[in-house]
């Protein structure tokens, strides 16, 4: 997750930051968390006369409220809307939650209509057998059996788009479409 690696860095960063400020000969190894702890409680009466003190304050408080955010267990329970209308970050919902809430820049947007629009992007990919039968479940909402998706590959009711030597990729739409005329 590229928000997590984000944080991470950013406290490693901050990290050997402290480390050359108060204790250059200390040893440190990037996300050995164990030694991070370490360098910022022997560093901590120093820290005091440090310039950049607060805003590494700051951006710590920051990352590990963000990290904890992101890895817990209640994040489980939510669900996946898309992409902020307004600024492109990955926004979640609680599952009976009706409008989203962009943590980053706070536009709210309704979420039926977002997941509508994610079906809709899905609908129009091209994967592979596999993903494209897992895909068309989700915008389905109901099972595809690999039997039937290997059946209408043999009829020839799906066909796949072929891009040179990798493997062949069918249309994420027309394996919904073929599921609903089945039903």
């Known amino acids: 997750m590229a ?14 930051e402290v480390r050359n400020f108060a204790c250059p000969m200390v040893p440190y190894v990037n ?12 560093s901590a009466d120093r820290l005091r006369r440090w310039p950049d003190a607060p805003q590494f304050f700051d951006e710590l408080s920051y990352s590990l409220a963000r990290l904890e955010m ?6 489980a329970e939510r669900r ?51 993903q494209a039968r897992r895909a068309a479940e989700i915008v389905a909402a109901r099972p595809v059996p690999l039997g039937s998706v290997k059946t209408w590959i043999a009829r020839g009711k799906l066909a796949p788009r072929k891009t040179g030597a990798g493997p062949a990729l069918y249309r994420v739409g027309a394996l ?3 599921l609903a005329k089945s039903a």
Do not use: H
């Open 80 to 130: 996946y809307v898309g992409p902020c209308p307004e600024c492109e970050q990955d926004v979640t919902v609680f599952p009976e939650a009706t409008v989203a809430t962009c943590p980053a820049c706070g536009c709210r947007f309704d979420v039926d209509a977002a997941l509508d629009a994610l079906r809709g992007r899905l609908a129009d990919m091209w994967l592979p057998r596999e």
């Open 31 to 42: 996300g050995d968390w164990y030694q991070a702890k370490r360098i910022i409680q022997s």
């Open 70 to 75: 992101l890895t817990s267990p209640v994040r």
């Open 176 to 178: 919904v479409s073929l």
């Open 3 to 16: 928000e997590i690696d984000e944080m991470r860095d950013s406290l490693n960063t901050w990290v050997i």
